[in-house]
């Protein structure tokens, strides 16, 4: 397929923010600033100019029977093929590109002091509409790690169980496993051997529950008000102080996964079932948290279950329905990987713009990778470039 475009300005959709801030761990980028992720049974490549998205998708090379006479006539996700090219209405699902962000960032703005002061450098971070399933497996893959391992084991597990898709170059890429392609009792051991640690069991663990489960278990607590692309839109009910009832559900029904505690159960709410109030609070938060909004005193000394729950519920007073977005936008501002746009020197003539940024007025020679949680880690260990052992030969990545 052809490139197509959609038009939509920075302020309403940054891509190379939005893909970069920790959401989803298996977007590449090319040299030619191409971004490219197989999902659902597709390959799917995007850029972005100033005024526009575009976007292209390129059928599985690989079906489950070989078309006979050959056809070019799109495939489905099933591999079975289709008369309708679906891909605008994927990137529009995809990307959660109905809401108008720039309104969402102006009444954030009014409620929030903090926001209003960091949000101008990170407009255009959207909430990505992933699958459940996906985001489930990504954040538990998060815990101790930091973005790049976290994509190195996405590309492995992808690899090593998923489907190929396509390829870009001599770059292949595959789509997620299923939950049954990680519940055989070989996949434990393999995955430790390659590099998963402690993960491995409960990725195993997680994949088996899932598999005992209803087939439509971990869709069954998606927020009604965000469906399935093409489903249909219905109430989620009142939102109350702690959330609405049915997201609350959802995250105690997933605290029983293995390696789900309450931070990857809210990532999975905010990131894969749609509900907008969900704030995961993990150290690098709760760091936020004390240092903007007074959290670290009193009773709410250090993050206990009672604090988590305190942090939560002091954003959604703030922000509403959509706290977890809000909350991306200021962990996106935080992260070291954008750091640059908080480091540039100030020489704004009146005092309000000048005292914006006064936290870091020194330009950063050299930006450490983006990490999900400040643990202790060696330069070394951040930069290293894991690699993946495969049939045919790959190039390497040069080290940085």
């Known amino acids: 397929m052809s490139w197509r475009k959609l038009p939509i300005s920075l302020t309403e959709l940054c891509v190379d923010t939005t893909l970069r801030c920790g959401q989803s761990f298996r977007w590449r980028k090319s040299e030619d600033e191409i971004w490219s992720c197989a999902l659902r049974g597709r390959l799917i490549s995007v850029r972005q100019d100033s005024t526009h998205l575009h976007y292209r998708t390129t059928v599985p090379e690989v079906l489950s029977a070989p078309l006979s006479p050959p056809s070019s006539t799109p495939v489905s996700d099933n591999g079975n093929i289709t008369e309708k090219d679906d891909t605008k209405d994927f990137i529009l699902h995809y990307l959660n590109l109905e809401p108008v962000l720039t309104e969402l960032y102006e009444e954030w703005s009014s409620a929030d002091l903090n926001f209003k002061k960091k949000a101008p450098r990170f407009t255009g971070v959207r909430i990505l509409r992933q699958d459940a399933w996906e985001a489930l497996i990504g954040f538990i893959c998060s815990s101790n790690n930091n973005i790049i391992r976290i994509s190195q084991m996405m590309e492995k597990l992808c690899i090593h169980y998923g489907p190929l898709i396509g390829h870009i170059g001599d770059r292949a890429f595959y789509d997620m496993p299923s939950p049954a392609k990680l519940a055989h009792p070989n996949v434990e051991g393999h995955l430790r051997e390659l590099g998963f640690g402690y993960r491995a069991k409960y990725l195993y663990q997680t994949a088996v529950m899932i598999t005992q489960k ?63 109030e969900a704030v995961p609070v993990d150290t690098h938060v709760w760091q936020i948290a004390q240092r903007d909004y007074k959290f670290g005193k009193g009773k709410h000394r250090s993050l206990t279950k009672a604090t988590y729950d305190a942090v939560g519920d002091h954003f959604r007073s703030l922000w509403g329905m959509e706290a977890g977005w809000a909350h991306s936008v200021l962990f996106t501002a935080d992260l070291r990987a954008f750091s640059e746009r908080l480091a540039i020197k100030v020489e704004a003539k009146d005092e309000e713009t000048a005292g914006i940024f006064t936290e870091n007025t020194t330009k950063i020679e050299k930006i450490p990778l983006p990490s999900i949680k400040r643990e202790p880690e060696s330069a070394k260990a951040l930069l290293e470039i894991e690699q993946v052992q495969l049939t045919r030969r790959t190039k390497r990545r040069k080290k940085s």
């Open 214 to 276: 209803e087939s439509d278990w971990l869709n069954s607590l998606r927020n009604p008000e965000r469906p399935l692309m093409g489903g249909k839109v219905s109430s989620a009910g009142e939102m109350l102080q702690g959330g609405r009832e049915g997201y609350r559900k959802a995250h105690e029904q997933l605290l029983a996964l293995q390696g789900v505690g309450p931070k990857v159960a809210d990532c999975v709410c905010l990131m894969g079932l749609g509900w907008g």
